[in-house]
């Protein structure tokens, strides 16, 4: 059986962004929200985690089950030409740079969009929330009208811990309960981080900084 967020992460909607032409990958990588692809098969839908654990830990009331990142976040040179305080995604590198002084960034891992998913642009962050909600959009309701109308935040929300929100669409930089899934492209154009990551980005970035996502 599968966990709430291990099922919900499976079929959360889509995305929609308007592509905006960024500046060519400054680091010449090569490596190549429904969040996750849907399913398709009658597993259930929901599962409370009770007293089931994951990540090595136990998961009680909104407190995050402490995850063991598989790609540990370092400082590491960067002179990409971005201002600090800039967060840049390198898609093909599943990787997250936050721009700080010196030429320097924090490098993280996260989870890209799936082919066909991926897109580029620049947006500022709009909004910051802590263990945030979810609301289906209507489209993602009409495809999966099982999916619960509203959910609250906390460890069973497969919005982990943090949502950063992307301008005024529906991509998130946000948590996950599934560490596994970081470097993988499995969503649907959603930046996905580890809860412990995506908290560290969260106390550094602030309303208004910009997002630069490139293929």
């Not at 919005?159 to 969503?187: C, F, K, M, W």
């Amino acid at each position: 059986m599968k966990t709430l967020a291990t099922a919900l992460a499976g079929i959360l909607g889509a995305c929609v962004l308007l592509n905006t032409p960024v500046k060519a990958n400054p680091w010449g990588a090569t490596d190549a929200e429904d969040y996750y692809a849907d399913q398709g098969d009658d597993r259930p839908i929901y599962q409370p985690y009770g007293g089931q654990t994951y990540g090595g830990s136990q998961a009680y009331g909104s407190q995050a089950a402490p995850q063991v990142a598989p790609i540990p976040r370092e400082i590491v040179s960067f002179n990409a030409g971005y201002k600090p305080g800039t967060i840049v995604v390198s898609t093909e590198e599943r990787r997250l740079y936050y721009v700080l002084p010196g030429g320097e960034a924090i490098r993280y891992g996260v989870g890209v969009g799936r082919p066909g998913f991926t897109w580029s642009g620049t947006k500022p962050i709009t909004a910051k929330r802590e263990w945030p909600s979810w609301t289906p959009p209507a489209a993602m309701l009409a495809r999966r009208p099982d999916l619960p109308r509203y959910m609250a935040g906390g460890v069973e929300n497969p919005l982990g811990a943090r949502a950063l929100y992307i301008g005024n669409t529906e991509y998130r930089i946000h948590g996950s309960n599934e560490p596994d899934t970081i470097g993988q492209a499995v969503s649907s154009g959603c930046i996905r981080m580890t809860n412990e990551d995506v908290t560290d980005l969260y106390d550094r970035v602030k309303v208004g900084a910009k997002v630069v996502v490139l293929n």
